[in-house]
């Protein structure tokens, strides 16, 4: 059976084609828009348009064939949406989009709201870099504002000699520099709002990064209830303060007991992967019903489990363990730092 309803997503990479199937599950036609052509949301769309995120007119075909856009990825251009959300309801909105494409805007949105997040500066120029650490005496982190993930876009400055390194006679992109934290452990949280505001929200899930990339996410943590509670209330304020609808990942650093926000991602995130084995519903399956107006489903954990990465390589002794569910996502080229699959190794919970 067809629902006869259409989902465009931006994107084609393998959030979306995750998304197409727990869409295509639910009867949904699918329709892809991204500019590769191996991509591997393809694999599974219904139709794919080839196109780039700029071109406007590509773009604005596409959304008239759709009954309803959503996104896997945030830097997306909004003028670009801007035209689109004319024609067609964009979930979750530009305006959550808008906050999380740029770091700065990001934490100052969360500051606004009361929520903690490391300390930053607005960096305009190498001599702001300067004047900052000699203030501060101490490292930092220089981030773009827009366009990093995966620790893209990120370099850590201790001294005059890193500026020079870095920056010496090369132009510089708007940035923020961030007090380096050293934090206990880095958690994150998947959560789904509808458009009657009904909130559903996964257990907290720990994550080890390597270079600024997720390798694994552990459920459960052996955080206290009362952070794991804490972490929940401040997703719901975020998504209640948006009005969003669809899911939301939030990564939080947890120090001293108290909890950071580093990063909001308004769409499925890598850090729930696991969620489509270990848990009753799938962060894929929620972001589908709560954009299509369907109940949300349970949350409840049912395994505990780890999701590995598998990071420039689709071979690895834990793709043939028993208990693996493996996924590979079809991409053409292994590269080195590339997320190519990912493995959800399960067992009973408390066991
Ligand atoms: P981001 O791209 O901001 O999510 O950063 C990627 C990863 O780099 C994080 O998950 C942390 O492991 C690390 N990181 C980012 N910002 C900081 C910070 N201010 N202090 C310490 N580690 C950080």
Redesign the pocket.
Known sequence: MRLNKTIGILGGGQLAKMLAIAAANLGFNINIYCPDRDCPAAQVASKVIFGNYDDSDNLVAFAKNVDILTYEFENIDTKALEELDQQVEIRPSIKALKISQD?YTEKSYLNSLGIKT?QFYKIDSVADIEKLLNRLKKPI?I?TRRL???????VLIKNQDDINKYFLGKSLAPSIA??????DR?LSIIIVRDKKGNIKAFEPGE?V?EH???LTTTLPTSTSEVLKNNATIIAKKIVNDLGYIGVMGV?F?LKEQGLYV??IAPRVHNSGHWTMDGSYSSQFQQHIRAIMDLPLLSTERHSDVIMYNLIGTVTSNLVNNELAKVYIYGKKDVLPGRKMGHVNLIKKKGS
């Open positions: 770091r490391t982190l981030k990093g993930y995966d620790g893209k876009g990120q961030e007090e380096v934290i050293s934090f880095e994550n990064h600024g990339i997720l990564e650093f580093n990063e």
